[in-house]
C-alpha cells in the first residue's frame, strides 16, 4: 500500500523560507511522478509543483514559479519542495501527491491517486 508523509510545515514570516519533505513508501518511488499541491482555507485544492520519476522534468505554478524548487532524492524515497520568498497568500495546507500510473505527469489533480495527509504552512506579516 502506497504511503506518502509529508513534513516540514509551519509558521514562518512573509519572506522567508521552508523546506516540505515528502516521504514515500509501498512501491517503486523512483517509477512515478510526485507532485504537490496546496489548500487554503474556503479555496480548492490547487497545483504547486511537480517532478517527473527520474526528476528531469519539473512544473510549476506560476503562482510559485521563481520562488519555489521541488526536487527528489530517489535514494531515500523523498520528495522535497523548498519554497522561498513566502507571501501571505501561501498559506495553506501542503498536500504530497504520488501520480497513477508510470507514464502519468502532470498539474491535473485527477493525474494522481495517492495522497498524504498534509501540512500547514502559515506565513505571518
Known amino acids: 500500500q502506497v504511503q506518502l508523509v509529508e513534513s516540514g510545515g509551519g509558521l514562518v514570516q512573509a519572506g522567508g523560507s521552508l523546506r516540505l519533505s515528502c516521504a514515500a513508501s509501498?512501491?517503486?518511488?523512483?517509477?512515478?511522478?510526485m507532485g504537490w499541491f496546496r489548500q487554503a482555507p474556503g479555496k480548492d485544492r490547487e497545483f504547486v509543483a511537480a517532478?517527473?520519476?527520474?526528476?528531469?522534468?519539473?512544473l510549476y505554478a506560476d503562482s510559485v514559479k521563481g520562488r519555489s524548487t521541488i526536487s527528489r532524492d530517489n535514494s531515500k524515497n523523498t520528495v522535497y519542495l523548498q519554497m522561498n520568498w513566502l507571501k501571505l497568500e501561501d498559506t495553506a495546507v501542503y498536500y504530497c501527491a504520488g501520480s497513477r500510473s508510470y507514464s502519468d505527469f502532470g498539474l491535473q489533480w485527477s493525474t494522481y491517486a495517492y495522497w498524504g495527509q498534509g501540512t500547514q504552512v502559515t506565513v505571518s506579516s
Open positions: 517532478v517527473s520519476g527520474g526528476g528531469g522534468s519539473t
Open positions: 509501498g512501491r517503486t518511488f523512483s517509477n512515478y511522478a
